[in-house]
């Protein structure tokens, strides 16, 4: 019996390669599309937006903290696939009982690219995976090899009240990727709260707004002008920055022409 590890530690058991996959986390979603897994996926949740067409074709089993458990039990996958911090782990527990659960802990992109090779082992899709990750790997070096003086930079994923995203986030590690350093990224909380006030002090040569979870606007976007008149700002796609799966590609690709 095929034995896997997922990324908390967690010995999976499978008969065979899976037929009939439930994913619980969009980024990963668009992977198991790109992998040439889309006959397999039998459920995704609300939030699965890529590609389109499968929240019509696919069944939808709730959202990332809010899983449909007898839906899901329903559609008798033989493979779940989630995360340990977008997925309740109540729920995750209650899945596992009797269906394989594999989980990805994902805070750099090495992370996200060893997620990848292992998904993709697992579905029996290797060649597919390791394109995608000698891809993102080619991305990766083009843009240390063009690099210049890092600039520092506030990432905001949330106003009322306003807050950051700082250290042992995926979304850190992109914006290194991207040669930006985080202001804040050695505070003690993942997600910090600040006023604007109190980030203008750290002086960041670039202040992102995000367009996800909370979706920042232009009047958002002048309203913290106000407060970084030196500063480069932006409203920047959140998936680029948070989803770690076979999007990585588009996000690399944009960083390098971006900054």
Known sequence: MPEFTDQVGRKVHLEKAPL??????????????????????????AYCVHPKNWLKE?????????????????????????????????QIEALAEDIPVWLSDIVTVDDATKMIAEVGHICGKQTEAKAINSEINRLRQELREKSSTPKTAAYFI?????????????????????????????????????????????????????????????????????????????????????????RMIKALKYFNSAF
Not at 163 to 191: C, G, P
Not at 213 to 220: E, L, N
């Open 20 to 45: 009939r996959i439930v994913s619980t986390v969009p980024s990963q979603t668009e992977l198991l599309y790109d992998l040439g897994l889309g006959e397999s996926v039998v459920g995704i949740t």
């Open 58 to 90: 696919k069944t939808i089993i709730g959202g990332t903290k809010d899983l449909q458990i007898e839906k899901i039990r329903s559609l008798k996958p033989d493979l779940i696939l989630g995360n340990k911090e977008e997925n309740i782990k109540e």
């Open 158 to 246: 949330w106003k009322d009240p306003y807050m950051v995203t700082a250290d042992a986030t995926f979304i850190n590690s992109m914006l290194q990727e991207a040669n930006l350093i985080n202001v804040v990224q050695n505070h003690k909380d993942r997600y910090p709260v600040f006023t604007l006030q109190e980030l203008a002090e750290l002086k960041p040569e670039v202040v992102l707004l995000s367009s996800e979870p909370y979706s920042f606007t232009t009047g958002d976007l002048k309203e913290v002008a106000t407060y970084f008149p030196k500063s480069t700002l932006r409203i920047v796609d959140g998936e680029l920055f948070s989803w770690y799966g076979s």
